[in-house]
Protein backbone atom coordinates (compact mmCIF):
# COMPACT_ATOMS: atom_id res chain seq x y z
CA UNK A 1 0.00 0.00 0.00
CA UNK A 2 1.27 3.64 -1.04
CA UNK A 3 1.81 5.78 1.18
CA UNK A 4 3.01 9.66 1.49
CA UNK A 5 3.84 11.04 5.19
CA UNK A 6 4.71 14.79 5.14
CA UNK A 7 6.74 16.10 8.23
CA UNK A 8 7.61 19.68 9.16
CA UNK A 9 4.99 22.04 9.44
CA UNK A 10 4.61 24.67 11.96
CA UNK A 11 5.00 28.53 12.82
CA UNK A 12 7.26 30.29 11.55
CA UNK A 13 8.42 33.90 11.33
CA UNK A 14 8.74 36.55 8.41
CA UNK A 15 12.07 35.71 7.04
CA UNK A 16 12.94 31.88 8.35
CA UNK A 17 13.44 28.77 6.72
CA UNK A 18 11.41 25.57 7.16
CA UNK A 19 12.30 22.23 6.00
CA UNK A 20 9.61 19.66 5.29
CA UNK A 21 9.94 16.12 4.93
CA UNK A 22 7.72 13.31 3.27
CA UNK A 23 8.45 9.75 3.57
CA UNK A 24 7.01 7.80 0.43
CA UNK A 25 6.82 3.96 1.48
CA UNK A 26 4.96 1.10 -0.30
CA UNK A 27 7.39 1.80 -3.91
CA UNK A 28 9.43 4.52 -5.25
CA UNK A 29 8.72 6.85 -7.85
CA UNK A 30 10.01 8.64 -10.99
CA UNK A 31 8.52 12.25 -9.71
CA UNK A 32 7.83 13.54 -6.34
CA UNK A 33 7.04 16.97 -5.82
CA UNK A 34 4.81 19.48 -3.26
CA UNK A 35 1.97 21.38 -3.94
CA UNK A 36 0.53 24.18 -1.41
CA UNK A 37 -2.97 25.18 -1.34
CA UNK A 38 -5.16 27.84 0.42
CA UNK A 39 -8.83 28.75 1.36
CA UNK A 40 -10.49 29.20 -1.06
CA UNK A 41 -7.70 28.86 -3.71
CA UNK A 42 -6.63 26.17 -6.35
CA UNK A 43 -4.01 23.76 -5.16
CA UNK A 44 -0.71 25.05 -6.94
CA UNK A 45 2.81 23.58 -7.82
CA UNK A 46 5.75 24.33 -5.66
CA UNK A 47 8.38 22.02 -6.79
CA UNK A 48 9.63 18.90 -8.05
CA UNK A 49 11.92 16.40 -9.21
CA UNK A 50 12.40 13.72 -11.64
CA UNK A 51 14.63 11.94 -10.80
CA UNK A 52 15.26 9.49 -14.01
CA UNK A 53 16.22 12.60 -15.70
CA UNK A 54 17.81 14.37 -12.64
CA UNK A 55 15.36 17.54 -13.31
CA UNK A 56 14.10 19.84 -10.66
CA UNK A 57 10.97 22.04 -10.95
CA UNK A 58 10.38 25.09 -8.79
CA UNK A 59 7.62 27.59 -8.99
CA UNK A 60 8.75 31.21 -9.50
CA UNK A 61 7.40 32.08 -6.17
CA UNK A 62 9.74 29.89 -4.73
CA UNK A 63 12.45 29.89 -7.29
CA UNK A 64 15.71 30.68 -5.85
CA UNK A 65 14.99 29.79 -2.28
CA UNK A 66 13.55 26.80 -2.37
CA UNK A 67 15.26 23.38 -2.87
CA UNK A 68 13.99 20.13 -3.07
CA UNK A 69 16.42 17.03 -2.45
CA UNK A 70 15.61 13.49 -2.53
CA UNK A 71 16.81 10.36 0.06
CA UNK A 72 17.21 7.58 -2.31
CA UNK A 73 18.08 5.52 0.88
CA UNK A 74 15.55 6.44 3.04
CA UNK A 75 12.68 6.72 0.26
CA UNK A 76 12.22 10.58 1.31
CA UNK A 77 12.03 14.01 -0.17
CA UNK A 78 12.65 16.91 1.67
CA UNK A 79 11.76 20.52 0.64
CA UNK A 80 13.45 23.38 1.81
CA UNK A 81 12.16 27.20 1.49
CA UNK A 82 14.42 30.35 3.15
CA UNK A 83 13.20 33.60 3.42
CA UNK A 84 9.99 32.57 4.24
CA UNK A 85 6.70 35.79 3.64
CA UNK A 86 3.69 35.57 4.96
CA UNK A 87 2.25 34.76 1.65
CA UNK A 88 3.99 31.08 1.98
CA UNK A 89 1.87 30.00 4.77
CA UNK A 90 -1.09 27.22 3.61
CA UNK A 91 -1.01 23.56 3.77
CA UNK A 92 1.54 22.14 2.10
CA UNK A 93 1.32 18.41 0.03
CA UNK A 94 3.69 15.70 -1.03
CA UNK A 95 2.86 14.15 -4.66
CA UNK A 96 4.38 11.09 -6.38
CA UNK A 97 3.94 9.87 -10.10
CA UNK A 98 5.29 7.83 -12.38
CA UNK A 99 5.42 10.72 -14.90
CA UNK A 100 8.18 12.64 -16.05
CA UNK A 101 6.45 15.20 -19.00
CA UNK A 102 7.01 18.79 -17.78
CA UNK A 103 3.63 19.71 -18.07
CA UNK A 104 2.22 16.71 -15.90
CA UNK A 105 5.12 17.53 -13.31
CA UNK A 106 4.07 21.21 -12.78
CA UNK A 107 0.22 20.13 -12.55
CA UNK A 108 -1.53 18.64 -9.59
CA UNK A 109 -3.54 16.59 -12.24
CA UNK A 110 -0.34 15.05 -12.83
CA UNK A 111 -0.09 13.02 -9.60
CA UNK A 112 -1.26 9.65 -8.41
CA UNK A 113 -0.41 10.06 -4.98
CA UNK A 114 -1.05 12.12 -2.12
CA UNK A 115 -0.16 12.67 1.36
CA UNK A 116 -2.64 14.14 4.10
CA UNK A 117 -0.77 17.57 4.10
CA UNK A 118 0.78 20.02 6.60
CA UNK A 119 0.01 23.36 8.00
CA UNK A 120 3.09 26.05 7.14
CA UNK A 121 2.08 29.48 8.71
CA UNK A 122 4.21 32.10 8.29
CA UNK A 123 4.01 35.25 10.70
CA UNK A 124 4.59 38.96 9.73
Known amino acids: QVQLVENGGGLVQAGGSLRLSCAAS??????MGWFRQTPGREREFVAA????????YYADSVQGRCTISRDNAKNMVDLQIDNLTPEDTAVYYCAASDSSGIRLVLSSDGYEYWGQGTQVTVSS
Open 49 to 56: GTWSVGSR
Open 26 to 31: GRTFNT
